[in-house]
């Protein structure tokens, strides 16, 4: 059995965050090394996107398991969703640079691109509010705003579990963005817990809970750390 677990995060950490998030992609060198990391240690990509989606684009990758929507099922939106995600949909029509992205069960709303303004301020908030009306769980991305059922699982949630299926074999986990912070200082209490976050302008954090690391020098970073 492999002892170590390296948990990897998608979006900003495998993948550089980019205009649109439909087009996210990994870098061949990224690939190459991601496939040595699976010859040496099991490897778990976490992420909010559908598993469907990162497996094409991790495609000819062997080893990896890939737990998609935050370890949610997928499933049929409620009525509240819908309408959560028609009502969002029409406060950010026509603001240059927002988008909204459906997904299973849920959807996001992406600004990455959008000049910051009293309009996309105001247009934030107005998704803010529609997804507190609907008694949605709001997570916070790197610009990116994400609505799911108030019962869904959250990543914090997911990475728990794999740390405490583990054992006491060593579990490392990277990410960048908020939701990844979160899960960091959920899991940071379990003695074979590591977490990294990868350095970026948006995330704040105390290196004192999560190691720091350029996102070039991941996987040297994580090499040291199996």
Same mark, same amino acid.
């Given at each position: 059995?492999?002892?170590?677990?390296?948990?990897?995060?998608?979006?900003?950490?495998?993948?550089?965050?980019?205009?649109?998030?439909?087009?996210?992609y990994v870098g061949r060198e990224e690939k190459r090394r991601l496939a040595e990391l699976a010859s040496k240690a099991r490897v778990v990509i976490l992420t909010g996107r559908p598993?469907?989606?990162?497996?094409?684009?991790?495609?000819?990758?062997?080893?990896?398991?890939?737990?998609?929507?935050?370890?949610?099922?997928?499933?049929?939106?409620t009525r509240q969703m819908r309408r959560a995600e028609r009502l969002v949909g029409k406060k950010i029509a026509g603001i240059r640079g927002v988008l909204l992205e459906t997904k299973p !069960?849920?959807?996001?709303?992406? =600004?990455?691109?959008?000049?910051?303004?009293? $309009?996309?301020?105001?247009? &934030? /908030?107005?998704?803010?509010?529609?997804?507190?009306?609907?008694?949605?769980?709001?997570?916070?991305g790197r610009k990116t705003i994400e609505f799911l059922e108030e019962s869904a699982l959250v990543k914090a949630d997911a990475l728990e579990k794999i740390v405490r299926k583990r054992g006491r074999a060593k579990v490392?986990?990277? !990410?960048?963005?908020?939701?990844? =912070?979160?899960?960091?200082?959920?899991?940071? $209490?379990?003695?074979?817990? &590591? /977490?990294?976050m990868v350095e970026n302008s948006e995330t704040g954090f105390s290196p004192k809970t999560a190691r720091p690391v350029a996102r070039g020098k991941l996987f040297s970073l994580i090499t040291e750390l199996l």
């Open positions: 059995m492999k002892k170590t677990t390296v948990v990897l995060d998608f979006d900003g950490t495998l993948a550089g965050i980019v205009a649109d998030p439909r087009k996210a598993s469907d989606f990162v497996k094409k684009k991790l495609a000819g990758i062997r080893g990896l398991a890939i737990i998609g929507l935050h370890g949610n099922r997928p499933s049929a939106k !069960g849920g959807f996001a709303v992406h =600004y990455r691109t959008a000049h910051p303004g009293k $309009a996309v301020g105001r247009a &934030i /908030g107005e998704a803010r509010k529609a997804g507190k009306e609907g008694k949605l769980r709001i997570i916070r490392v986990f990277v !990410g960048d963005d908020q939701s990844d =912070y979160d899960a960091i200082k959920r899991c940071r $209490a379990y003695r074979n817990f &590591i /977490g990294v």
